[in-house]
T-cell receptor
Framework: GAVVSQHPSRVICKSGTSVKIECRSLDFQATTMFWYRQFPKQSLMLMATSNEGSKATYEQGVEKDKFLINHASLTLSTLTVTSAHPEDSSFYIC?????????FGSGTRLTVV | QKEVEQNSGPLSVPEGAIASLNCTYSDRGSQSFFWYRQYSGKSPELIMFIYSNGDKEDGRFTAQLNKASQYVSLLIRDSQPSDSATYLCAVVPGSSNTGKLIFGQGTTLQVKP
């Protein structure tokens, strides 16, 4: 089946630094990538939607200058958390969509100290 | 009103019983409905999807959709301790042109041996 490789799985960074999370579709082309954030014991909240070669569409309340999304190719999408703060600590996960359906990445646990 | 609502639980059932999980959604134009299972700290796993009114069965799982009532449910027969997890209902809103999934807050299921 379709596989989306997400890296890193866990990252600890210092407050004020930036972190990049990558999602690669390994055996298919992800025309659309959704990025979600999940706080403990809460559901997945959609942050943004990206399509290859175009600017991401952000959900209301999500800072586009803080959460930079790049979908440079049909197999790679990245989320960069800029100037991270402790309140950005969360589980970040990508969800790809192609003509066959949806595939989740494995998620990234970000801890900002 | 939230777009997708679930009772957060926990729902506790004895091993071998039927677990019934419910979900309501607000966008009457929604066409696609999904049930995911998520273990703590892990990526969600797809259990079933349903597009048409009525029941859809897959092994021990049955999804039920009633578009008139804007209601979708998941029945788990012969519940096992390994079914203990958080179950997420997801909907593609009718207003979406990207196919984004909107998730409910999830229902925690506990199956007691």
């Amino acid at each position: 089946g379709a596989v989306v490789s997400q890296h890193p799985s866990r990252v600890i960074c210092k407050s004020g630094t930036s972190v990049k999370i990558e999602c690669r579709s390994l055996d298919f082309q992800a025309t659309t990538m959704f990025w979600y954030r999940q706080f403990p014991k809460q559901s997945l909240m959609l942050m943004a939607t990206s399509n290859e070669g175009s600017k991401a569409t952000y959900e209301q309340g999500v800072e586009k200058d803080k959460f930079l999304i790049n979908h440079a190719s049909l197999t790679l999408s990245t989320l960069t958390v800029t100037s991270a703060h402790p309140e950005d600590s969360s589980f970040y996960i990508c969800l790809s969509r192609d003509s066959y359906g949806y595939t989740f990445g494995s998620g990234t646990r970000l801890t900002v100290v | 009103q939230k777009e997708v609502e679930q009772n957060s639980g926990p729902l506790s059932v004895p091993e071998g019983a039927i677990a019934s999980l419910n979900c309501t959604y607000s966008d009457r134009g929604s066409q696609s409905f999904f049930w995911y299972r998520q273990y703590s700290g892990k990526s969600p796993e797809l259990i079933m999807f349903i597009y048409s009114n009525g029941d859809k069965e897959d092994g021990r799982f049955t999804a039920q959709l009633n578009k008139a009532s804007q209601y979708v449910s998941l029945l788990i027969r012969d519940s096992q301790p390994s079914d203990s997890a958080t179950y997420l209902c997801a909907v593609v809103p009718g207003s979406s042109n990207t196919g984004k999934l909107i998730f409910g807050q999830g229902t925690t299921l506990q199956v007691k041996p």
